[in-house]
Structure formats: structure tokens, C-alpha cells
């Protein structure tokens, strides 16, 4: 159990004591062969930080063993310095919702504000308690400096075994030896580790993950966290958990390798020398933040974890977010060509609209006849009044209560992108919006507060149609429009100058025929 130094000890006598994974591993051989009737049982290694030699064992005798039907029922080889982050409370680094740290903030506030759950938690919440956990995680580190902890076994067996080791006990003769107060380094089973060397290790190892974390978010570009960057995020939000709780290999992507298990003879001393603190494997391009193509089709991945997170809204954001990729990297490289950039900058916006077709239906499904079973966006309901004069439509473009959603944050983020290129941003706001309104027939109309009106009876909400959406004056129009939205975005993109172009001007014909 973990104690203060006896008397007369210094700060340099504290020592942690650990079990040897090699001889654990021996142990519970020697269990299964003798003990279990050759049957494995139930056998948990917990390994403590990145130290392959070093781990705890939990070991669950078969039903039908022997040892079993005798009143052994569990074992447990237990290391007391699990109390330096008092894990009898809760560990560090493992808030439920931590692994939301991977996210975008602007994506996360649009997905919680889309799933109401803004009223239980808030972003800040999260970043509040991986500081905390940072900071609880230090003090707990050097106040440990003047303890010693030791390692113990505990066993649950029945009231007839337990008598029965009584009885086997008593028969053996009393031996002159006592148990001292400090285990010998040549104990069995234990390595000795000075405390201090002990905690600077588990600092060293926090603070080389949480520094590759933090990177990786303030190095990401203006317009976000990417996907690959939140893959990376969500792996090492994974290992730090996994650290701080003793049991990594629910996550070994970055420390070992499952196909080379001949590798893990390494111990404290060689690991420090060879790897330094917290040492990563080779799969990470860390110029880019990605994870290597080699090893990025193996792992779990951000988006498949979170993908059902807030009623399935998150796969609309997740695809939408994938083509704003695609194109914004085909536009860092042809930003110098006119004609390629300006076809990129419509299938971007492109992108965008879809994204605010799907926060319409979403958010606003209300004024559907049909919401369940919506093929097309004629069953709208229609309202008008005198007050479609009060605005002018383009103030539907920036009604406050969309502000957060998907769609503002989509187009706040191609606006970043355009800037990033050196692109004349103001040009691209009045092409954006002139492609929003070619593209709507039918659109919210806000009142003159600058919120969506309503009628008084059934509360739903007023919505017009656009008279020359191609003009920079576009005027709201009485008599519904036939819909007519662009053919869907392509999955992939050639930089051919001549297809661009042909694309181009298959999207005019079709605007021309509407």
C-alpha cells in the first residue's frame, strides 16, 4: 500500500515496485497448467504507461477447472502506485466525452446545437476538464515524490478454502524471519524503480501527449480541423486515456505493434535510451497530421466511431465536410487559373447549399405537408402578406438563427479556404450569393426584426419564392417557381482544363432550361 517513508528515510529512499510482465506471464503458465486443467481462463494484463516489461494481472479461473470447483473464483496481482492519480476516485483524462476534443469546434457546436443537447454541455465544458485533468494530473505526480508503493495479491476464495489454507498453514514450522517495512530489489517478481524516476517517466509520457494533441489543433489550417487531422486527434485522445488508466492495449496504434509482439522485451532503462518519453511508432506524417496510408484503412476512425453521435445528423456533416475537402485542395492547386479556380469556387458553394437544403428540412420540417415522406420540394407551404416588402432577400442569406449550423459554419469555412488561396474573398461572398438564390426557387422570408415571421394562426413559418435571382437585386415573387437545383456534386473531379470547362457549361444549359 502506498505510505510515507519510515523514519529516518529521505525523499531519495522512496522506490515504486512493480511486477514483471515476464514473470507474470510465467505465473499465470504455471496456473493454467497445474491449475486449470489446461484450459486459458480469464487473463487481463494491464500495462502501465509505455514501460512493455512492466503490468498488473487480473486472472479469472475457468468455471470448470479445478481450482474453480475448489473456491477460487479470482486473482489479482495488484501495484499500489495506481493511487498516485487516484484511480480509487477516477482516473485522469477520462471524462466520457473527452474524445469530442477531436472534433472541429465549430462542427461540434453545430451538431450539439442540432441535437438540443447545448442546455447539458458546452465545448468550453470539454476543454475545461482536459486542463484540469492536466493540472490534477501534476499535482498528483509531485506529491507523490516522498512516498513509496509496493505491490500486493489478493484472491477471493470461499470460507471452506480459506480455512483449509488456515489449517495447511499452521502445520508448516514458524520461520525467524519477519517482513521489513521496504521490499528487497532482489524480491521476486518486482522490480525496484525509484519514485522520482517513476513519476518523471508518467510525466514524460502525459506531456509528450498532450503536446502532439495540442499541435495538432492549433497547427490545423484557418478553416478547421480536416478529417485525417481529427483521425489523428481522436488516436492520441485514445492513448492518453488509455495511458492514464493502465491499460493500453485497448489502443496499441502508437506504441506497439500487434504483428510484432517479439519486440516487447523492453524495459525501463532501454526504453528511455532507445525511445525517450512517450515514444510513437512510425505511423504518423506529422508535417501533415495524418495518419500513413498504410495504416490508416486499419484503424478505427474518427467518423465510423461518431457516426450515429447526434441522430444520425453527424453523416449529412460528415459527407458534405468530405467534398469541401476535396475541392478546397483541388483549389490550392489551381488557384493562379481563372477558369479552374472560378469552377471550383461553384462546386464548393455547391456544397454549401446542399448542406442548407439539409438544415431546412432538418430544422424547419414543420412546414413540410409531408415531413415523413418528402420526395420533392413542392409540398412547401406558402404564406404571403404585405410583409414581403419589408426586406430585401438577400437578408434571408444572413438570418441569425441559422447562424450556427452546418451551413454557416460550411460557408464560413469556404470564405477561410478562398483567403488561404489569396482569392479575392468580397468577389467570392457576391458570387456565393448570387448562386444561392439561382439555385433556391423557395427560401424562408425573414420579418422585420430580422427574424422569420410567422403567421398567428399556425405558427409556420412564411415562405417565398425569387424573382431574378441572377441580378443583384433579386425581389420576392408571389407565384411559386418550378425547383430546379443543380445536377449533384461529382464524387471526384479531373483537372483537365476542357472537362472543366465542359462541366461548366452543361451547369449553364441546365440553369438556361429551368
Known amino acids: ?36 486443467g489446461g484450459h486459458n481462463g480469464q487473463v487481463r494484463y494491464y500495462t502501465h504507461g509505455f ?70 454541455r458546452a465545448y468550453k465544458d470539454l476543454v475545461r476538464s482536459y486542463l484540469e485533468s492536466k493540472g490534477r494530473a501534476l499535482t498528483a505526480m509531485e506529491s507523490s515524490l516522498d512516498m513509496s508503493f509496493g505491490v500486493r495479491f489478493e484472491s477471493r476464495i470461499t470460507w471452506a478454502l480459506a480455512l483449509e489454507v488456515k489449517r495447511q498453514a499452521a502445520m508448516r514450522p514458524v520461520g525467524g524471519a519477519t517482513v521489513g517495512g521496504v521490499v528487497p530489489s532482489s524480491s521476486s517478481y518486482v522490480w525496484t524503480l525509484p519514485t522520482k524516476t517513476f513519476v518523471d517517466f508518467i510525466c514524460g509520457n502525459i506531456n509528450k501527449i498532450t503536446t502532439a494533441i495540442e499541435l495538432g489543433i ?15 486527434l481522436y488516436i492520441l485522445l485514445l492513448s492518453l486515456r488509455a495511458f492514464s488508466n493502465a491499460h493500453l492495449p485497448s489502443q496499441p496504434l502508437l506504441w506497439r505493434d500487434e504483428d510484432k509482439a517479439d519486440r516487447m522485451g523492453m524495459g525501463m532503462e532501454r526504453t528511455v535510451k532507445e525511445c525517450g518519453y512517450g515514444w510513437f511508432l512510425d505511423h504518423i506524417q506529422w508535417d501533415s497530421f495524418w495518419l500513413k496510408d498504410e495504416i490508416a484503412s486499419k484503424v478505427p476512425t474518427f467518423g465510423a466511431t461518431y457516426i450515429r453521435m447526434y441522430h444520425n445528423s453527424r453523416s449529412n456533416i460528415h459527407c458534405s465536410t468530405d467534398a469541401l475537402e476535396m475541392y478546397s485542395s483541388l483549389l490550392r492547386t489551381v488557384s493562379m487559373d481563372a477558369v479552374k479556380a472560378t469552377i471550383l469556387l461553384g462546386l464548393i458553394s455547391h456544397v454549401c447549399f446542399r448542406q442548407f ?55 464560413k469555412r469556404s470564405k477561410k479556404l478562398v483567403q488561404e488561396c489569396s482569392l479575392d474573398s468580397r468577389s467570392y461572398e457576391v458570387y456565393f450569393k448570387r448562386l444561392f438564390f439561382e439555385n433556391h426557387f423557395v427560401v424562408p422570408a425573414p420579418s422585420t426584426s430580422g427574424t422569420l415571421g410567422s403567421v398567428a394562426k399556425d405558427k409556420s413559418r412564411r415562405w417565398f419564392s425569387i424573382i431574378n435571382p441572377n441580378t443583384d437585386d433579386p425581389v420576392w415573387g408571389a407565384d411559386d417557381f418550378v425547383p430546379g437545383y443543380p445536377p449533384p456534386c461529382p464524387d471526384q473531379l479531373d483537372l483537365d482544363r476542357e472537362a472543366l470547362i465542359a462541366l461548366e457549361r452543361s451547369r449553364a444549359d441546365d440553369r438556361a432550361s429551368r
Not at 492549433?218 to 489523428?232: E, F, W
Not at 413542392?378 to 450556427?404: G, M, Q
Request: hydrophobic residues 35%.
Open 1 to 36: 500500500m502506498p505510505g510515507l517513508l519510515l523514519d529516518g528515510h529521505t525523499k531519495e529512499d522512496a522506490y515504486v515496485y512493480v511486477y514483471r510482465t515476464c514473470d507474470l506471464e510465467k505465473v499465470y503458465r504455471r496456473y493454467r497448467d497445474l491449475l486449470f
Open 218 to 232: 492549433l497547427s490545423s489550417p484557418a478553416s478547421g480541423l480536416t478529417k485525417d487531422r481529427s483521425n489523428v
Open 51 to 120: 514501460l512493455r516489461d512492466v503490468c498488473e494481472m487480473t486472472l479469472v479461473p475457468p468455471h470448470r477447472s479445478k481450482a474453480f470447483n475448489s473456491g477460487l473464483y479470482f486473482l489479482q496481482w495488484y501495484g499500489s502506485h495506481k493511487e498516485i492519480l487516484d484511480a480509487a476516485k477516477n482516473y485522469a483524462f477520462h471524462h466520457p466525452d473527452l474524445l469530442e476534443l477531436a472534433i472541429d469546434k465549430d462542427l461540434w457546436e453545430a451538431n450539439a446545437r442540432s441535437a438540443k443537447v447545448t442546455h447539458a
Open 357 to 411: 437544403r439539409h438544415d431546412v428540412r432538418k430544422t424547419l420540417k414543420k412546414d413540410l405537408l409531408n415531413p415523413d415522406d418528402v420526395k420533392d420540394d413542392n409540398s412547401l407551404k406558402f404564406s404571403w402578406e404585405d410583409d414581403k416588402y419589408a426586406t430585401n432577400p438577400s437578408y434571408t442569406f444572413n438570418r441569425k438563427n441559422f447562424d450556427k449550423l452546418p451551413f454557416r459554419v460550411m460557408y
